[in-house]
């Protein structure tokens, strides 16, 4: 499923976004079970950044796991700095990124959800903040 929010043409900033190989990338014994897209748009006078956010489930934790890894390294390899691990009480991994359009972040998250593991992947046009991205 992919929902797209935004009105008319798509814009430079989610365009970028959608190019970088973490908005493909499919891991193996998961399912895709979100995926919505957003362009740069303003919501009640307040801007709204372009992202794209995809979900996957995974009945059998080991490979919730090998997804994560598997998301980590694809951001190192196509350019993403990823920050140390953070404390958390979910397992969250922050990266950021100079793109042609401006500065991106990376958030990966690994939780469980109606009994079922889940690993997720947010990429924002926004600068990563500095507590997130050490």
């Not at 709204?48 to 995809?54: D, G």
């Not at 100079?98 to 991106?104: D, P, R």
């Not at 958030?107 to 926004?126: K, P, Q």
Request: charged share 20%; with cysteine; proline share 4%.
């Amino acid at each position: 499923m992919v929902l797209t929010a935004g009105c008319g043409n798509q814009g430079p900033e989610l365009a970028a976004l959608r190019t970088e190989k973490l908005a493909t990338v499919a891991p193996t014994g998961g399912s895709l079970v979100l995926e919505t897209e957003t362009d740069d748009h303003t919501s009640l006078g307040k801007p709204i950044k372009a992202q794209v956010y995809r979900v996957f489930a995974f009945h059998d934790h080991d490979k919730a796991i090998a997804a994560r890894e598997l998301f980590k390294r694809t951001a190192l390899d196509s350019g993403w700095e990823i920050a140390p691990a953070s404390e958390s009480r979910f397992d969250l991994v922050y990266g950021s990124k100079n793109l042609g359009t401006g500065a991106a972040m990376l958030t990966i998250a690994t939780y469980e959800y109606g009994g079922v593991n889940r690993v997720s992947t947010l990429l924002e046009h926004r600068a990563c903040p500095a507590a997130m991205c050490r």
